[in-house]
C-alpha cells in the first residue's frame, strides 16, 4: 500500500515562502510521477504541479508558474513544492498525488496540508 504523508503547510503573509514535502512510503517504485492538487474553501480540487520519475519533466498550472517549483528526491521518496511571492487566492488545502497523467490525479493521495496566505 503506497502512503503519502505531507507536511510543511502553514499561514504566511502575502509575499512570503513555504515549501511543501511529500514523502512516499510503500512500493514507491511504481510511482513515476508525483504532483500536487490543491482544494480551496467553496471549490473544486485543482492541479498545480506535477514532476515525473527522473525530475527533468515538470508541469504547473498557469496560476502558479514562475512562482512555485517542484523538485523530488528519489533517495529520499519525497517530493517538494517551494512556493515563493504566495498570494491569498493561494489559500488552499494543498495535497500530494501519485502518479498524476497530465493535470489528472492518480490514485494515491496524502492527508492533504493546510497553506493559509493573509493579505
Request: hydrophobic content about 35%.
Amino acid at each position: 500500500q503506497v502512503r503519502l504523508v505531507e507536511s510543511g503547510g502553514g499561514a504566511v503573509q502575502a509575499g512570503g515562502s513555504l515549501r511543501l514535502s511529500c514523502a512516499a512510503s510503500g512500493p514507491t517504485f511504481i510511482l513515476a510521477a508525483m504532483g500536487w492538487f490543491r482544494q480551496a474553501p467553496g471549490k473544486e480540487r485543482e492541479f498545480v504541479a506535477a514532476i515525473g520519475r527522473s525530475g527533468g519533466n515538470t508541469n504547473y498550472a498557469d496560476s502558479v508558474k514562475g512562482r512555485f517549483t517542484i523538485s523530488r528526491d528519489n533517495a529520499k521518496s519525497t517530493v517538494y513544492l517551494q512556493m515563493n511571492s504566495l498570494k491569498p487566492e493561494d489559500t488552499a488545502v494543498y495535497y500530494c498525488n501519485a502518479p498524476p497523467l497530465g493535470a489528472s490525479p492518480g490514485t494515491y493521495w496524502g492527508q492533504g496540508t493546510q497553506v493559509t496566505v493573509s493579505s
